[in-house]
């Protein structure tokens, strides 16, 4: 008897899932399944990525559709596009024995027409995004007044993404005695919100600890100094010759970025990112999944629609703003049961992260130094003659033997190999033999903590339009640092204040070098005062009372010469004193 067939699901289904090749189910689906099936009840999952969380809601909602009804009967709301998809092809798959079953997707970047002429002809299940979802529904193109069952799929990353006033909307929309079931990777304080909210006594099922990570991932770090960063990706992936890996960055623009460097340095490597079109993101993943594409560089938010079981590695190239981001990173390796590895490329000052990550995953993180060129070249070698023992014998190069042996006439079999392996020895070696130790820099450095931290005075404020958060948002962006990074942002008229750690400030003073914004030259520098940050170390004041260089006017201009400044002071001293005599003579006319 097949596994599925003890949980309660009928023939259809079971003859699905046989086409698939579904032999046992995953804990979440062991747990889920019976439960939906058994009992009309809401229901939270919590499990991490690849556990076969779709399968856990989408087969038991299969077998609940009334095909013979043409109305829609159930809605998905999933956090993007691809992911949206992923789960239209699988419903599509689980229902292909059941007669009448229409799914469809309803996602931004497709035509709203064409979806709602797709609703009309009849879906019981509708997949969507929220934002288009919302759209349809303010349109009056889709009706889910009647729906008998509403899943919310990763739900902890689409509150992250924005969408709970969305999902509020929505559900608003939706009848109270539905059935509303919740799967998530990760248990914050926004899905339990919803949870209370909109959903009634619902059974819990936890598959592994709330918000821990899965078992078969292994966790490293590395130590660099942040202009190694990209070196020592470099070296990781050589490092690693069967590498099939997702590489995670922050922002879009440093996505493509890396991508761009690592294709122009001989890597197989492609951007995913919301800027690329549908159909970009499209011919990306299918090269991605046929492994023309070894290294993926992506968003996390594009990353959501990756559903590939074989990614060897999750590389972390910048750490995630939100640190339950992680567990989702993390969950795209390691899936269908197979061992994958997370590795995290860090500065000193990010050490603290790595320790809170922990807490959350219950996980230790191993600390691993880069390696240096010659264990690089020592296993590319290896792995070429790993390579070359597991090839199969082409006959068709037989008639070209006999040439072939002439040319080689006279070198021993040990010259050959020496010859043959020193074709790709020398390529890496080349590269590496004077190549810097990247672990031996990084402790080399500034120490990991610092004692204080660096305050900086930047020429723009509320005139520019930013108000502290704003500026905030700017300055990680630009400087590509976490949340935390930055801090006591105080933002004045036409200049502000903010702080970074000491190890960032060599990256702060680089990077406003010779920086624009919207045509404007940014000017950084540290303040001569630190006495706010260092308290019980008293110095004269060299600057302002505000902190700004005395080389800084309110007009956004640094050192203007005395001489000018004392002309500007005199005329607005002239003028004050004509408009006081104006007011005098206007007092007296009326007297």
């Known amino acids: 008897m097949n596994a599925f067939q003890k949980l309660g699901l009928d023939t259809d289904v079971l003859q699905a899932i046989n086409d698939m090749g579904f032999e046992t189910p995953s804990e979440v689906q062991e747990k889920s399944i019976p439960i939906l099936l058994e009992q009309e009840t809401d229901l939270v999952a919590l499990a991490q990525t690849g556990t076969g969380k779709t399968a856990a809601f989408g087969f038991p909602l299969i077998q609940k559709i009334d095909p013979d009804s043409k109305k829609t009967q159930a809605l998905i709301l999933s956090p993007t596009r691809e992911l949206c998809l992923q789960i239209t092809n699988e419903l599509k798959n689980y229902s292909k024995y059941k007669r009448s079953v229409n799914v469809v997707a309803v996602y931004g970047g497709a035509s709203i027409t064409e979806q709602a002429r797709s609703i009309q002809r009849g879906a019981q299940i509708i997949v969507a995004t929220p934002g288009r979802m919302q759209d349809m529904i303010r349109r009056n193109l889709a009706n889910i007044s009647s729906i008998d069952y509403c899943v919310l799929d990763e739900a902890d990353e689409m509150l992250n993404m924005g969408f709970y006033e969305d999902i509020?909307?929505?559900?608003?929309?939706?009848?109270?005695e539905k059935k509303t079931w919740l799967f998530s990777a990760t248990m914050p304080k926004e899905v339990a919100k919803i949870a209370s909210k909109f959903m009634n006594n619902p059974v819990e099922i936890t598959v592994g600890s709330k918000n821990t990570g899965a078992e078969n991932v292994s966790h490293e770090y590395y130590l660099v100094n942040h202009r190694n960063r990209y070196e020592a990706l470099k070296r990781l992936s050589d490092a690693n010759p069967d590498i099939f890996s997702v590489i995670f960055c922050r922002t879009k623009r440093d996505t493509q970025k890396v991508a761009e460097k690592l294709i122009e340095d001989g890597y197989n490597a492609a951007a995913l990112h919301g800027d690329l079109s549908q159909n970009q993101r499209d011919l990306v993943m299918k090269s991605f999944r046929t492994r023309q594409i070894q290294m993926l560089v992506a968003t996390d938010v594009a990353a959501r629609g990756i559903d590939v079981d074989d990614i060897t590695h999750v590389i972390n190239y910048q750490l995630p703003d939100e640190i339950e981001t992680y567990t989702h990173r993390s969950g795209r390796t390691g899936r269908a049961g197979k061992n994958g590895v997370s590795m995290v490329i860090i500065s000193k000052s990010e050490v603290r992260k790595i320790r809170t990550i922990e807490k959350i995953i219950q996980q230790k993180f191993e600390e691993k130094e880069i390696p240096?060129?010659?264990?690089?070249?020592?296993?590319?070698?290896?792995?070429?003659?790993?390579?070359?023992?597991?090839?199969?014998?082409?006959?068709?190069?037989?008639?070209?033997?006999?040439?072939?042996?002439?040319?080689?006439?006279?070198?021993?079999?040990?010259?050959?190999?020496?010859?043959?392996?020193?074709?790709?020895?020398?390529?890496?070696?080349?590269?590496?033999?004077?190549?810097?130790?990247?672990?031996?820099?990084?402790?080399?450095?500034?120490?990991?903590?610092?004692?204080?931290?660096?305050?900086?005075?930047?020429?723009?404020?509320?005139?520019?339009?930013?108000?502290?958060?704003?500026?905030?948002?700017?300055?990680?962006?630009?400087?590509?640092?976490?949340?935390?990074?930055?801090?006591?942002?105080?933002?004045?008229?036409?200049?502000?204040?903010?702080?970074?750690?000491?190890?960032?400030?060599?990256?702060?003073?680089?990077?406003?070098?010779?920086?624009?914004?919207?045509?404007?030259?940014?000017?950084?520098?540290?303040?001569?005062?630190?006495?706010?940050?260092?308290?019980?170390?008293?110095?004269?004041?060299?600057?302002?009372?505000?902190?700004?260089?005395?080389?800084?006017?309110?007009?956004?201009?640094?050192?203007?010469?005395?001489?000018?400044?004392?002309?500007?002071?005199?005329?607005?001293?002239?003028?004050?004193?004509?408009?006081?005599?104006?007011?005098?003579?206007?007092?007296?006319?009326?007297?």
């Not at 509020?168 to 109270?176: A, G, Q």
């Not at 033997?401 to 070198?411: M, R």
């Open 168 to 176: 509020k909307s929505i559900l608003s929309h939706t009848p109270k």
């Open 372 to 591: 240096d060129g010659m264990e690089i070249c020592k296993i590319q070698l290896f792995h070429l003659a790993n390579d070359i023992r597991k090839t199969e014998i082409n006959h068709d190069i037989d008639p070209y033997l006999p040439a072939i042996n002439e040319v080689l006439e006279g070198f021993s079999k040990e010259e050959l190999i020496k010859k043959f392996f020193s074709v790709e020895f020398t390529r890496f070696n080349n590269y590496y033999k004077k190549a810097p130790d990247l672990s031996s820099e990084a402790a080399g450095g500034r120490p990991e903590v610092s004692e204080g931290n660096t305050r900086y005075f930047i020429n723009v404020g509320s005139k520019d339009g930013f108000d502290w958060q704003s500026l905030k948002d700017f300055l990680k962006e630009t400087l590509n640092l976490g949340r935390d990074d930055v801090f006591k942002v105080d933002v004045k008229g036409s200049f502000s204040f903010f702080n970074t750690d000491e190890t960032h400030s060599e990256l702060v003073l680089a990077t406003f070098t010779e920086f624009q914004h919207q045509g404007r030259f940014v000017n950084v520098e540290i303040t001569k005062d630190q006495s706010s940050d260092k308290k019980g170390k008293r110095g004269k004041r060299k600057g302002r009372r505000d902190g700004s260089p005395k080389s800084y006017n309110d007009k956004g201009n640094f050192g203007k010469r005395k001489g000018s400044e004392k002309r500007e002071k005199k005329g607005r001293k002239g003028s004050r004193n004509k408009n006081i005599e104006n007011s005098i003579k206007r007092r007296r006319a009326k007297a």
